[in-house]
């Protein structure tokens, strides 16, 4: 797997990261304790984020990822075209496994996802590597 980090502070990257380390204090994760902020660059250039909510009934929670994309759809962004993904406790981190998926449909294979810690910044990936030979809207006979 590729990874990269970018030399010089790139200031879409140092946005998209600042408004995911944002959405990360405000998660809601009373029983992980791990709280998750992502950001998404749509394709107008404006940075929607989110953050994890978890829930008492523990399947019901939903990831950062889900909750940028959510934000970024409401605001009419079909794009994605930079993805940012901060979470706590020593490892980078990247989208689940249902959060590729969820990305899949609004970023192509080289869209950019940035990893980084509330302090640091990690490697960056891009979809592809994180979910390989992936299925699609472009899969279907009627593509939005
Ligand atoms: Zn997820």
């Known amino acids: 797997m590729r990874s990269s980090q970018l030399s010089a502070p790139d200031p879409v990257q140092q946005a998209l990261l600042e408004a995911a380390r944002h959405a990360c204090t405000q998660a809601y994760a009373p ?3 791990f709280p998750v902020g992502a950001a998404v660059l749509d394709e107008h250039g404006h940075i929607h984020a989110g953050c994890n909510v978890e829930n008492a ?4 929670g939903a990831c950062a990822e889900a909750a940028a994309l959510a934000a970024m759809v409401l605001a009419g962004g079909r794009q994605a075209r930079a993805v940012a993904v901060v979470g706590t406790g020593g490892h980078w981190i ?3 496994g249902g959060c590729r998926q969820r990305l899949r449909e ?3 294979p080289d ?3 940035f990893t980084a810690s509330p302090t640091e910044t990690g490697p960056t990936h891009t979809l592809a ?9 472009d899969h279907l ?3 939005p």
């Open 111 to 113: 869209t950019p996802i």
């Open 31 to 33: 029983y992980s304790k």
């Open 129 to 137: 590597e994180l979910l390989p030979h992936s299925f699609g809207p």
């Open 141 to 143: 006979p009627t593509t």
């Open 57 to 60: 009934a523990y399947p019901q």
């Open 106 to 108: 609004f970023c192509g």
């Open 94 to 96: 990247t989208p689940c």
